[in-house]
């Protein structure tokens, strides 16, 4: 039954004979020519991970595949024919195919016949091209040399070269402007601006229109969103409840540090570690919030270790896609099938990530104040005026201790509070209450849930003005309270009502302006006297303490003496967090002068002069200096200006950022066993994959060693990684086009030896500028070239590939939002600052468990650069995520652009593009001058274009504008409602129909292929 199989075999490999392989001498390389080949059809089951490799067979190692099995070898390096691979991938049997047919997998002719005359050479192997460090290759000699600007174009040429094409002749100089604005800054040019450049015949205006367009605050603000993206940035916590997130910092440090032109390495440095750097400065530890982007999760009855580890592998798999484009992330549940990196080494690195203090928490601990330059400049001019202040009123002379020790005497006899004595004390909930000595109240016996005490006493004085609630710690309370719960000796005052009774007859008081010296967050004391049961007063996180409140009377009683008082203290919180010991006291003094402290003025004064502690002293001497004359007027200017540093204070953001946990407290790291969490395996410690090399001893074992290692010359990745992402940017393709894999799985670079190039020129000739290597690349005659396309250019290279014209691709999301916003004059210059709200439809934000609402922003912030837009991870804004801005719940490495109708739909029908029209035909009838359709048309055509318009093209828009206007001539209705949806607002003598017409025109403009693409 083998006879015919055999023959069939043979028939094959004859069949590949004659695809010329017996006659071409050309080398077959292990790395460019086969290695993707077995990598894309072999290495799943007979590759890397041990757990998944089939009949024990290796193929991604030669000493594996050349080793002996029963008397087989998987290859015979000079002879294919007794390899058992050729074998395999040649039979007919569906027995004993590989690979399997049912493995979806099936090799070429093509394929076949490279790996059969790469075993016939020797089956030699070489590691995966991106694996090699790379070194700057010779710059080729090309055939038109004198096409060359810059060793880009020769690369380029040479491999043009080989398919018999050239570079396209030089765009025009209006494309050329448009473009080098739309790649450089996101921002189209102004006709003037291009006028300028079109006039300007020096040989340096081209490189001068670079120059100038680098050193623009756009270019950072353009350039960031590709950042961003990387860094997974947005506005909100993400996962269910998807809370805002206060981190716009960050974003803000992105685009200083690029139009700083700040270098790659001390980018990424700061980004991954800036934290762990000698005397790290604000802008360090805020860098670091790039790895604080991650989600956490605040849904209830979530394990916040779960998601403390989930978020530390997000950083792992960011790092290492972000800097060396692989997709480590397949290592986290078994050994990695395609690229040299196992199980064991992926938590290896994820050790030096799992050492920062943020643990999922809903606060987003660690945070710190992460003010603006402005901020900064602000508070440190009002912490010098304040200190400056504070000298002189801290000054003494003779004059001023001769008052304050007269003063002192006659506060001395000043008694402001007088302790109420208890005629009666009864605990609802069963507690025994005790009057102590010093007229206090302590509780004992009987812990209930929630209790109510019932106090009764004479009141001392005719007057009564207020009443003081001391919450007080005693050695029989556990942790010495003031609350009885041993766990947690808390209480709340639920609510704290006052009665007088008078001839048998109680009335309640009516209390205000209440104040504690501290109340809780979400408990402050005014929550005891609002008559509200679900607030009160509670003291946590100062449990331990004496606390005191102080309740104003909304009338003073002035024949209160001898009445009785009825205090009532509610405590409902319920688990037991009642009062251990409080004491009630009373004043007839004015209010203004009862502050809530434990002990007062009079007390202190009392007190001998050699018996006062330093902090007795220092409270008699403010005491003294808020009534001097002299001191009392500072002490005003102190409060002031200690209000106005409290609201900078407040105003300055509180950003995540990354920190590094105590020595004391760092974690041990395991394996988690098919990447479960809570099944560890062998414990690891702190490296780096072997394939890339060892950690240099030098390096801290850290994740400020980790950024050091990255950016390592002998890192073969990092700089490749890095210029190929711009060149992508740039060209809308990457010389290497996987972006996010240089692995075995990704695609080959289609330049290998201009990727080589440019990655060492960025890392050693430019300094790791990104600005020099942008740059570099649009000075080259490469970039320049027109994009029009010659038909048989497009049959031998219908992708463009090899770059024989400029590519053609449509702008991303925010550019062709910026654009049309630039257009119509409205976008906003305004840089930085907390995100913004423009106009999005109605509906979107509506979910169960978050309170964030979409308020539509007013004033220019409605017109600000998309990149401020706030990005709700559960939501993102609709008409971005419609042109492929992503949500950012992980990194994105590349958008892969879409063409859909909807596209459509949002640019002819969405409110911001629909008021960029109307933007723009208020421009158009704003020149006095330009009266004529056709002169108008021209204008707008302009603006939107930048190119002057062809006659015939004019004739369009015209024929376009007086069709819609005499429709508005019929339809009044259809013209205000344009208007309202325009957001504008026609002077008194305008003709509506007129600006009614020209707004769908720019409408039309605005949609226009030509607007929407990158030519």
């Not at 590349?894 to 208020?922: C, F, H, K, S, W």
Request: aromatic letters at 8%.
């Amino acid at each position: 039954m083998q006879a015919p199989v055999l023959l069939s075999a043979t028939l094959f490999v004859c069949s590949i004979a004659n695809l010329g392989w017996a006659n071409d001498q050309q080398s077959v390389d292990f790395a460019r020519d086969v290695r993707s080949i077995l990598s894309a059809n072999c290495f799943a089951c007979h590759g890397p991970d041990e757990e998944t490799r089939e009949a024990e067979l290796r193929l991604d190692r030669r000493e594996d595949a050349i080793a002996e099995r029963d008397g087989k070898a998987a290859i015979v390096p000079s002879r294919s024919k007794e390899s058992e691979l050729f074998r395999r991938i040649t039979t007919v049997d569906a027995d004993l195919r590989m690979p399997p047919p049912d493995s979806g997998h099936e090799l070429t002719k093509e394929q076949i016949a490279t790996i059969g005359k790469w075993i016939d050479q020797g089956a030699e192997y070489s590691q995966h091209w991106s694996f090699v460090k790379p070194t700057r290759p010779e710059v080729p000699r090309v055939q038109d040399a004198a096409a060359v600007k810059n060793p880009i174009d020769a690369f380029i040429l040479a491999r043009l070269d080989k398919h018999q094409l050239t570079l396209s002749k030089e765009a025009d100089r209006y494309a050329l402007i448009r473009r080098l604005s739309l790649d450089l800054t996101g921002l189209p040019p102004t006709p003037d601006e291009a006028d300028a450049f079109v006039r300007d015949e020096s040989p340096e205006a081209y490189e001068r229109l670079v120059d100038r367009l680098l050193e623009s605050n756009s270019y950072g603000e353009h350039w960031a969103r590709m950042w961003l993206d990387l860094a997974r940035y947005a506005d909100t916590k993400g996962y269910e409840k998807d809370q805002p997130r206060d981190i716009w910092r960050y974003r803000d440090w992105v685009i200083e540090a690029l139009n700083a032109d700040m270098p790659y390495d001390r980018f990424t440095i700061e980004q991954l570690a800036g934290d762990l750097l000698p005397d790290a400065t604000s802008s360090q530890q805020l860098a670091t919030a790039f790895h604080r982007n991650t989600m956490t999760n605040d849904e209830g009855g979530t394990d916040n270790e779960e998601f403390r580890v989930l978020a530390v592998k997000d950083r792992v798999d960011t790092t290492m896609q972000v800097w060396m484009g692989l997709t480590m992330g397949c290592a986290k549940c078994h050994s990695h099938k395609y690229d040299p990196i196992t199980m064991n080494e992926y938590y290896e690195f994820f050790a030096f990530f799992n050492q920062t203090e943020d643990a999922d928490r809903p606060d987003d601990a660690p945070r710190t104040n992460t003010p603006t330059d402005e901020q900064e400049t602000a508070r440190a001019a009002l912490v010098q005026q304040l200190a400056a202040v504070r000298k002189e009123y801290e000054q003494t002379n003779e004059e001023y201790l001769a008052a304050r020790n007269d003063w002192e005497k006659s506060a001395a006899g000043t008694t402001l509070w007088e302790h109420l004595q208890t005629s009666n004390a009864v605990s609802e909930g069963g507690a025994t209450l005790t009057i102590q000595k010093d007229r206090s109240i302590l509780a004992s016996g009987e812990l209930p849930k929630t209790d109510t005490y019932a106090i009764s006493a004479n009141n001392p004085s005719t007057k009564l003005t207020a009443i003081r609630l001391e919450a007080l710690t005693d050695e029989s309370l556990v942790r010495k309270g003031p609350g009885r719960n041993g766990d947690d000796p808390n209480f709340v005052v639920n609510d704290f009502v006052v009665s007088i009774v008078r001839d048998g007859k109680p009335a309640k008081l009516a209390l205000q302006k209440a104040r504690a010296d501290f109340s809780q967050n979400g408990w402050d004391v005014a929550g005891a006297i609002d008559d509200e049961i679900k607030t009160g007063w509670a003291i946590s996180p100062q449990q331990g303490q004496p606390h005191v409140a102080v309740f104003d009377l909304s009338e003073p009683i002035d024949n209160a003496a001898g009445a009785e008082l009825h205090i009532s203290i509610s405590q409902q919180y319920g688990n037991g967090l009642v009062l251990g010991r409080f004491r009630l006291s009373v004043s007839s003094a004015d209010v203004s002068q009862l502050a809530p402290v434990l002990t007062t003025t009079a007390e202190l004064a009392e007190i001998p002069a050699d018996k006062r502690t330093t902090k007795q002293q220092q409270e008699l001497d403010e005491a003294f200096r808020s009534v001097y004359p002299r001191t009392a007027k500072l002490a005003s200017q102190i409060k002031e200006l200690e209000r106005q540093l409290s609201t900078l204070d407040q105003q300055i953001a509180n950003t995540p950022i990354m920190r590094e946990l105590a020595e004391n407290r760092r974690r041990p790291t395991f394996v988690h066993v098919r990447g479960n969490f809570l099944e560890p395996g062998d414990r690891v410690e702190a490296g780096v994959p072997d394939a890339f090399g060892s950690l240099p001893e030098e390096f801290p074992r850290n994740r400020l060693g980790v950024a050091q290692w990255l950016m390592h010359p002998d890192n073969p990745l990092t700089a490749r990684v890095a210029v190929n992402r711009v060149w992508a940017r740039i060209f809308g393709l990457g010389i290497v086009e996987t972006e996010e894999d240089f692995g075995s799985q990704g695609i080959p670079p289609s330049h290998p030896e201009l990727l080589d190039w440019l990655a060492v020129e960025f890392r050693d000739s430019l300094g790791w500028s990104m600005k020099q290597l942008c740059k570099t690349i649009v000075m080259s005659a490469t970039y320049r070239q027109s994009s029009s396309i010659d038909p048989r250019k497009q049959a031998v290279d219908p992708r463009n590939q090899w770059l024989s014209r400029a590519p053609r691709f449509r702008l991303p999301a925010e550019t062709v939002r910026d654009q049309a916003l630039a257009i119509s004059g409205l976008l906003s210059p305004k840089m930085f600052g907390p995100s913004v709200m423009p106009p999005q439809p109605s509906g979107i934000w509506q979910t169960t468990y978050s309170q964030l609402h979409w308020a539509t922003s007013a004033g220019e912030d409605r017109y600000r650069r998309g990149l401020y837009t706030f990005l709700r991870r559960t939501s993102p804004y609709p008409s971005m995520l419609m042109f492929d801005a992503g949500s950012r719940e992980v990194c994105l490495i590349r958008r892969i652009r879409t063409n859909t109708p909807l596209q459509a739909l949002v640019t002819l029908n969405d409110p911001v593009y629909v008021e960029a029209a109307g933007g723009l035909a208020m421009r158009v009838l704003s020149d006095p001058n330009i009266l004529e359709a056709t002169d108008r048309a021209t204008r707008a055509f302009r603006i939107v274009l930048v190119r002057p318009p062809a006659t015939e093209e004019i004739d369009r828009v015209v024929a376009f504008y007086e069709t819609a206007l005499a429709d508005f001539q019929k339809d009044p209705a259809a013209v205000e409602s344009l208007l309202e949806s325009a957001n504008v607002t026609p002077a008194a003598n305008a003709d509506k129909n007129e600006l009614a017409a020209w707004i769908v025109v720019a409408n039309a403009l605005l949609n226009l292929d030509e607007t929407l693409m990158r030519n």
